[in-house]
């Protein structure tokens, strides 16, 4: 597979998981200030700004908007396209990707797809959000996982599938832990123990259905929320599928069907960090969380990810030419691959052969440039 589809793929992946997860944080904090009366100003900064800071954009939005206010927040995290990680802008580079690898995916996906950004960008979604946030909000999560089931029933479990699983759970684990970290405050320590609120138990409800954890959580710790249960399913749980090391052990597996590398081996360096963090979160307990404190404790966790999407580029996208030969001959290899699939896809052309990740690592370096 040639490095430019398969980072097409993988990012594709982590724009439609994006869009979707960002969807969930907006909307159970809209719902959630029904449950809270008598805000003053500062008070719905402090409710707002978190969410701002989660996505790592509170430098940009600082710079557009003097206040944190319910406005000025859902505009800049939906609709704004100059922001980089709003939903509009997720969506639009999650059909920008799939279209330059439309011949990688299915028609079925290219659909879902593209209506989901035609819609999103109409004046019936605006007229919408105007009329029903919540509507809206729903509209979004359904076609995000309408456009997941897509993937994971029409296109061809190859390499390009595991790199879309790769973006899809590496995205996925990586915001779960912005979402924890925005009430991190709520979360005890051993040495400041906590007395929960009413206003506690509301943030921590609200935060399980962001995840859509609420009905799981009930079944495995009964009603009572608790914050280092609700931590715990979040980060420890092996049952629940937005947990973190449910999401760490999806990437570790697709990252070593790529390579064909054997379990509890590694032949790069984004399976090695992969195979490390994910022992780590096997064998991981809310005490060490507390211990080290729920904050610190994430910011090490979104480190590692980073690391691990930075090993992952170096190992199959980013491949340096070590000389002009070199980047001829790979030039070459791109044209070449490139001329037997519009063959493949030609009428009368015979069906291709699918390799694995050991037949290709036998075959030489296929990977150009980005």
């Known amino acids: 597979m040639l490095s430019r589809v398969a980072n097409c793929l993988y990012w594709m992946s982590r724009y439609i998981e994006r869009a979707d997860n960002t969807a969930r944080i907006v909307d159970v904090n809209l719902q959630l200030l029904l449950d809270f009366r008598k805000l003053d100003d500062q008070s719905l900064a402090e409710h707002w700004m978190p969410i701002i800071e989660s996505t790592g954009d509170e430098e940009n939005f600082l710079k557009r908007h003097p206040k944190a206010t319910g406005p000025n927040v859902t505009e800049f995290l939906v609709f704004d396209a100059e922001n980089p990680n709003s939903i509009i802008s997720s969506v639009s580079q999650a059909r920008e990707n799939a279209r330059m690898v439309r011949d990688q995916i299915t028609a079925e996906l290219w659909v879902e797809l593209n209506r989901l950004y035609l819609w999103i960008r109409s004046a019936d979604a605006r007229e919408l959000w105007r009329r029903s946030p919540a509507d809206f909000f729903a509209q979004i999560r359904n076609t995000s ?59 921590l409800s609200s935060m399980l259905r962001s995840c859509s954890a609420w009905d799981a959580y009930k079944a495995a710790y009964g009603a009572e929320v608790r914050p280092e249960w609700v931590a715990e399913m979040l980060l420890f749980s092996d049952e629940f599928p937005r947990s973190v090391r449910f999401c760490v052990e999806k990437l570790d597996d697709a990252l070593r069907r790529i390579s064909g590398v054997a379990p509890r081996r590694f032949s790069n360096d984004a399976e090695k ?72 896809h030609s009428p009368g052309a015979r069906k291709p052969r699918f390799h694995s990740g050991r037949d290709r690592a036998s075959s030489g370096n296929e990977h150009g440039k980005a």
């Open 145 to 203: 996982l309408l456009l997941v089931g897509t993937i994971y029933a029409t296109v061809v479990h190859n390499e390009g599938w595991y790199f879309m699983q790769v973006g899809k759970f590496l995205e996925r684990a990586d915001k779960i832990t912005r979402i924890l970290d925005v009430r991190h405050a709520i979360f005890p320590t051993k040495e400041t123990p906590r007395t929960m609120t009413q206003r506690d138990a509301l943030e």
């Open 273 to 344: 960090l992969s195979g490390r963090l994910l022992a780590e979160l096997e064998y991981g307990s809310m005490d060490e969380v507390l211990a080290v404190g729920l904050h610190e404790y994430l910011d090490r966790l979104q480190v590692k990810f980073n690391g691990i999407g930075e090993a992952l580029f170096n190992a199959y996208i980013f491949q340096p030419f070590t000389n002009l030969e070199d980047e001829i001959i790979v030039q070459q290899e791109m044209q070449q691959q490139q001329s037997r699939q519009n063959a493949a």
